[in-house]
């Protein structure tokens, strides 16, 4: 894609926002509470599935890997009378390749600005003032859907640095009897998890598969309200002539679309095969890191 | 209470316990998919809230406070061509005082063992090789009550070293019309978030209200699943002789119940009062930290 | 002091600095190899003593603590044949009060630029390009000497509040029968420690005894190479008005002196008494933190 | 090597620490102020230079690297009236591979115990009670002498898996003209960094040069205080079966011997060169980690 057609891509998406110059949400407003109601009517057969990986260690695609460390151990003597406590620290770099987490808002900053016009000065080294993940503190709840692209191909896992096209989207849906629509919290399965579990890590700073930039004008006319994948949604190298991320742009920064990255699906694909659908209600509880510009989380499938 | 009678207690609540000797989710075991399920009909509003804090800068009663770094600022140049990016980093005291986290069952060790007989050398230098929060990597997903002490009583908040009777949670649930039963996921509310907001923070070693260790017999005796408080559910100083920690040791070695500390109901409670009722929808969703001794968690209630 | 009468003494110091507009060493230049060498000199009876105070844990003068995590414990079973080991590690905030630390050049920004007319820009979230603590990677090496101001006065500590005037400094020298001349090491003992030792920590950002501004010109009239105290060599509340951290200013930003902040001198006093004379070789070893805006520090005296 | 040889040597040098069964300082007691001061007589030039390597960033041999965060930037709006600060957070390993480090002699344990009998027990996630690197708060000082093996061979560096004789140490000796001798903190240069900083980062953990197990009774005999490499010391693979890291056990916990891992020599070997002697004063300042199971550090020499 020329770097002409992301930007006029970009600035189509950007315009098609109908939040108002105010608007710090994005695409969440696409929840109603009609549509937050609806999806707790995918909830059957009371079963829930982590959509999380573990926190990883260092390996080629974590370079700053986040630690555990312990702080106190119960097999120790303990200042507290009568009992021992086990307890630990973590250290995660909230972006970090590999580890699931949610992206706000406030994270990517395009030609000058963040989402809707906030001036990226707005983030400082004392966090974001504006955009932060905070602003996502009541989660995001809602109808999840899963579309499993290799699936859909026929493939383990889609090769790094191949892209999903909006076509591929249509064809999942059909093939997996769902429509995308309204307020749903779409995640999109290239089976990078699974590559990375049986031929090991590689660096994802250089290939990685995702979504083609076009799928983003498919996702904004269905009105999605979050996206999330197994690999961070963005290929590498990135199929656009001078912007590394196009995905990352046209998402957060132009149609305010929360993504969550690094997610895995492992335990979501049996048990959508189990239950004969690909929908459940799907929450995700970004942690409340006032001025943060993102959350580790674990997004929970309740079937 | 003698520290006879508390370990009489401790014992008895102990025995009760009926899911095995190899057991390792304790209380979660009270959620069965049918008491799952059913809980999703508690959706009706298409409302949800958070009930956890921001995390907590230092005060008297966050001596280690947790914090976020800046890693990118967006309004830097970048090394990332036509985009850039913010990204931080955290840092956190899983169980420290004032934050909102979850304790995994390895985290008391009464007596030369944890949960279930399991001995505190399971928890080393690298974490727990079992009853670590990963465990509860699928989330803790159940039917939603609040208990309003404070409502009950007619008062602010409780004050310090107060502690929550037995029967008193037998009044709350008339006053407020709810019974709680097997597989709920209750949370007591004391105050504590509500004193702290108006007179300022203070040294919650020292004085703290909570429930006393007599309404955890209550607590087993319904079932309940998990237990969470804006407190961190004990009082300080202790009522038991020589035991600082009475309901962690009940609660978390002897019966397996998940604690979750430092929540907050103040958005919760207008949004039961809204709904007429105190029951919702509960996901609690523990980052995945193998081996981790808790996690920091904003479990949502969705009404 | 007035805010115009400090603007013209920091533009008087400034305009002194002799070293060009390239320099970015700053008083260090003071230290030249003659002087060194003749330092070595003060080396007579083979002792040394720590000029740091021990990483301290949380207390009122102390907010954001820094700590030290084991990563692994010699007692556990090993994944290294053969043996175990210890391991740990440490999280510091360089400039957190009450820690030992050097401030680089780049810690002070004033009326829009560091130290000899280095942009603020020169420090971003990646750190410092110019004026970092890597600029003093080969150590300060030099004469140190103490000036014990309760000595003179007489008294235990300066209470928190009170500055040293040059006439005392001159008054300590004559006193201590020592004169401080170019390429000293200056270390200034106001009592803080043991003030702190003997009645516990207090709110240092409210009060906190160190240097009256004045002395600022007294000592670059003498080219002392850097400046130490048992306190961060400024007083609080601060004496000029609407400045906040005047000595630092004066120090950093205009002398482009490297400050060493609450150290401490118990261990030295003795030594220095018993040895009959107050300088030494002082040895000031910055860990190598590219980028940095300081570094903890163990300031070593060789007597 | 075999197992029993290694173990009969371990048992000879542990028998040949004369310092009585309470020592916790070992071959420090080595620097007898006769000897440390004689060591200020190696300062003759005024010059210093860092034997320390600039924190690394991730890579194949720093697989958990050190952090350094800003906390405040000098080109922010500031909190604090009329100027403005920059400031920075560190996170390290203190035992990582490849940063700059000193271990303390808590860090090995053998056969069931630390050096002279302290039982591993005495470290807990608390730290270290007895043997922590608060033991050498008062720096490390003393003569310094390095000993250039690749410049001995004719070669770059040596190759990882290479090992350093008794009798190449002789050999360095003399071709140096300088004799190792009781007190010297003895720096024995393999061509580690030289070799990373050529041929680029590998993993360390499985192949590195060092010194052959046999070098440490050769140094025993000599009596030295202290010993730092540009690797570890310690060979990869290991020339002794079973036992991972000899020449660690045999230093630390058996002769009580601090040593400095990793630093770099780039510096001080032109430095030497141009003195014309391999010898000079050795400051090494280990930060104040009380409990602490070593230190970075950035050893100072001053010819």
Redesign the interface.
């Known amino acids: 894609m020329s770097a002409a057609s992301f930007r006029a891509l970009h600035d189509q998406l950007r315009r098609q926002v109908p939040w108002g110059t105010s608007d710090r949400r994005g695409a969440l407003n696409h929840i109603?509470?009609?549509?937050?109601?609806?999806a707790?009517?995918e909830?059957?057969?009371?079963?829930?599935?982590?959509l999380?990986?573990?926190?990883a260690s260092?390996a080629p695609d974590n370079?700053?890997?986040g630690?555990?460390?312990?702080?106190?151990?119960?097999?120790?003597?303990s200042d507290?009378?009568?009992?021992?406590?086990?307890?630990?620290?973590?250290?995660?770099?909230?972006?970090g390749d590999v580890d699931?987490h949610i992206d706000?808002l406030?994270?990517?900053?395009?030609d000058g600005a963040?989402y809707n016009g906030v001036?990226?000065?707005a983030?400082?080294?004392?966090?974001?003032s504006e955009l932060s993940i905070?602003d996502a503190?009541?989660?995001i709840?809602g109808r999840g859907v899963l579309l499993d692209i290799p699936r859909l191909r026929g493939v383990r896992w889609l090769e790094p640095g191949d892209s999903v096209t909006p076509a591929e989207l249509a064809a999942a849906e059909t093939a997996q009897q769902v429509h995308v629509g309204p307020g749903d919290v779409l995640f999109v399965r290239v089976g990078h998890r699974r590559r990375r579990h049986e031929l090991g890590p590689w660096d994802v700073a250089k290939s990685r598969s995702g979504l083609h930039p076009d799928a983003m004008a498919y996702l904004a006319e269905r009105q999605i309200a979050a996206l999330g994948s197994d690999s961070n949604s963005d290929t590498a190298p990135s199929v656009?002539e001078?912007?590394?991320?196009p995905v990352?742009?046209l998402a957060i920064?132009a149609m305010g679309l929360h993504l969550l990255d690094y997610l895995q699906f492992e335990?979501l694909v049996p048990a959508c095969e189990a239950a004969g659908r690909w929908t459940f209600?799907c929450?995700?509880?970004?942690?409340?890191?006032?001025?943060?510009?993102?959350s580790?989380?674990?997004?929970?499938g309740?079937l």
Chains 1, 2, 3, 4 share one sequence.
């Open positions: 109603t509470p009609e549509r937050l109601a609806a707790a009517g909830v059957r057969l009371g079963r829930t599935v982590t999380a990986a573990p926190l260092s370079p700053e890997p630690t555990r460390h312990m702080k106190r151990l119960p097999g120790e003597p507290v009378p009568g009992l021992s406590f086990a307890a630990d620290q973590i250290v995660m770099n909230v972006h699931s706000a406030c994270h990517v900053s395009y963040m001036p990226p000065g983030v400082t080294s004392q966090g974001a905070d503190r009541n989660g709840v656009v001078g912007v590394a991320f990352h742009v920064q335990d209600l929450v995700v509880a970004p942690l409340r890191l006032s001025g943060g510009t993102g580790p989380v674990n997004p929970i309740i």
